[in-house]
């Protein structure tokens, strides 16, 4: 049994101008469209619509009902392509939100549970753990280690190159 769930992915880095059509076909094959409201697109219009995005801003695609949150051809892209990700997975059900996020040089992605705007949530019990260890000090240099791991990147802008 599957389960549709509104995911939103923001996508960032150079991106070579022969690779824009695989980006928008693999978009297509995850139900993305380029409007929160939209229907999935075809690839034609997705790849249109990234040739005429903002140069200056990250492109942003909207999944309404992501198999789990999952988009799997617009990850496997940019991670191919060396392009950074932060993808938010709205909660629905017994689902709670996330955000997870890769850029070149991470070995894996990271995924952190966040509320229904984006911000990432740390629980209460991790924070006591950090609190319970070690001398004062060290809590701050522990509880900011834990404040990084649960802050994602900010996206750099698309950038079409040749």
């Not at 799997?72 to 392009?83: T, V």
Request: proline share 7%; with cysteine.
């Amino acid at each position: 049994m599957s389960e549709p769930i509104n995911t939103e992915i923001e996508i960032g880095g150079n991106l070579p101008e022969a690779l824009i059509v695989l980006l928008a076909q693999a978009a297509e094959a995850d139900g993305a469209s380029g409007g929160p409201a939209g229907e999935p697109a075809k690839a034609e219009k997705l790849a249109q619509d990234i040739r005429l995005q903002d140069p200056q801003a990250s492109l942003t695609l909207y999944a309404l009902k992501a198999e789990y949150g999952d988009l799997p051809a617009i990850i496997e892209f940019c991670q191919e392509h060396h392009l950074a990700y932060r993808k938010h997975v709205e909660a629905k059900d017994h689902y709670e939100a996330d955000i997870t996020w890769w850029q070149p040089g991470m070995l894996e992605p990271k995924t952190v549970q966040a509320d229904q705007n984006q911000h990432p949530c740390i629980r209460v019990a991790d924070v006591r753990e950090v609190i319970a260890k070690g001398s004062k000090r060290d809590v701050i240099k522990r509880l900011t280690a834990l404040l990084d791991e649960h802050t994602p990147i900010e996206v750099p802008p698309l950038t079409l190159t040749e």
